[in-house]
């Protein structure tokens, strides 16, 4: 069983973190529904060549949190998340990437003018009608 | 914390032209190290030691928490090793070899053996002398895994392997792996196998433990950064492991204090990347 994960090699961001929020996003945005087998920490590890650790503390962070449950013998599964919980997931995934993308557009130089403009184009270039 | 599985304290051995260790070593369970290094570092000498083919002049193994006696093997029947020991049968075929090995362990799982033979598609009526190397490896394989070890001391099981085969092998050992109990020491010299299959890594040079790391602690601190400007101060830095000025970029090992030196010296950072383990292990066995 495989899920379409990836570590970004430009990325500071710690490995775990990157395997949390993605995993997160596909249990948030409905691409991995409750009961949903994921693969064991050591092949999640082996897929993305990095240790169990790493792996373990992703998964350990997101049973935490509720997203996932682990199963004694049977494996770890996608838990039934909250709606509440969903959807203010959901807010801070959208959060933190507009922000990662401001951040990018102040590295390359644009100014918050610019900035500011490139964002309107987007916003209207998905939501022509109304908004 | 649980106990180690395998504990090498001081460990030296002389011989006329090449001197192992002094060498220290812990696995611990749940945890896949891997031996890297040069042909000829010590990794094989290690190993057979480790198994008291060949005996240490000074230093201290503990087996699962034990120090044992010479005439006390007990700690064996837990060990998978292999590295050509089969060799001592060769006018044997496989289902010979299979009757006298299985009667040294009580453990001995003649399921899993019928599965893996059929697996790896050996024929059992074959002499083992006979055999490729290739074959040869994968039975070796097979006769570690039956007993039911809890460690695994692996020399380059997959050398002359099939690609088929090898994929197999790696799965079974993840599968050997999933009780979270048991540890492997894998020697290789293949970078799938330490991305695939590795938590930790160990490297070996001229017979001493040159590096011992965390596979993850590579991406966080070893990086390939593109600057402004490539000046002295920066080539100078001990942590600076290579430069070059088309465009200017530098490797460091430690990421995070050239950052911060760059920033002092307000030099523009236009990217950085993580080394794979493959770049990082290059450095880490060539240039020492």
């Known amino acids: ?131 | 914390m649980q106990a180690s599985l395998l504990q090498v304290k001081e460990l030296t051995k002389t011989y006329k032209r090449f001197t192992l260790g002094p060498l220290d070593l812990e696995v611990e369970p749940d945890i896949v190290v891997g031996l890297v290094g040069a042909n000829g570092s010590g990794k094989s000498t290690l190993f057979r030691i480790l198994m008291d083919i060949v005996k240490e002049d000074t230093g201290h193994i503990k087996f699962f928490g034990q120090e044992w006696t010479e005439d006390d093997i007990e700690w064996k029947l837990h060990v998978g090793y292999s590295g050509e020991i089969l060799e001592a049968y060769e006018f044997l075929t496989i289902t010979e070899m299979k009757n006298l090995i299985s009667r040294w362990y009580q453990s001995w799982n003649h399921n899993e053996f019928e599965n893996l033979v059929k697996r790896y598609k050996i024929d059992v009526d074959e002499r083992y002398g006979k055999c490729s190397k290739g074959t040869k490896k994968k039975i070796e394989f097979i006769f570690t895994l039956c007993h039911n070890p809890t460690l695994l001391l692996l020399d380059e099981p997959t050398a002359g392997v099939d690609l088929v085969s090898q994929r197999k092998m790696k799965e079974d050992l993840m599968r050997f792996m999933e009780d979270g109990e048991k540890a492997i020491v894998l020697a290789t010299h293949k970078i799938e196998e330490i991305n695939q299959l590795c938590d930790e890594i160990v490297v070996l040079d001229s017979g001493r433990i040159t590096h011992s790391f965390n596979k993850d602690d590579i991406y966080d601190t070893w990086a390939r950064i593109w600057i402004s400007d490539v000046v002295e101060q920066v080539i100078q830095h001990p942590n600076v492991i290579q430069f070059e000025m088309d465009p200017p970029q530098i490797v460091t090992n430690d990421v995070e204090a050239l950052e911060s030196i760059m920033q002092k010296e307000q030099m523009s950072i236009t990217h950085i990347q993580r080394l794979s383990i493959e770049e990082v292990l290059e450095f880490l066995i060539d240039q020492e």
């Open chain 1, 1 to 131: 069983m495989k899920i379409p994960i990836h570590i970004s090699e430009e990325s500071r961001e710690p490995i775990y973190h990157q395997v949390e929020t993605q995993i997160k996003t596909l249990i948030v945005s409905g691409q991995l529904p409750p009961g949903t087998s994921l693969p064991s920490i050591r092949a999640l590890a082996g897929d993305l060549g990095c240790s169990v650790i790493t792996t373990r503390r992703a998964y350990q962070n997101l049973e935490a949190n509720g997203f996932i449950k682990t199963a004694q013998g049977k494996g770890t599964f996608v838990n039934d998340v909250e709606n509440r919980k969903i959807e203010d997931t959901k807010e801070k995934l959208a959060y933190d990437a507009f922000k990662k993308a401001v951040e990018h557009g102040i590295q390359v130089g644009c100014s918050e003018e610019e900035i500011n403009t490139i964002f309107n184009n987007i916003m209207r270039e998905y939501f022509k009608n109304g908004g």
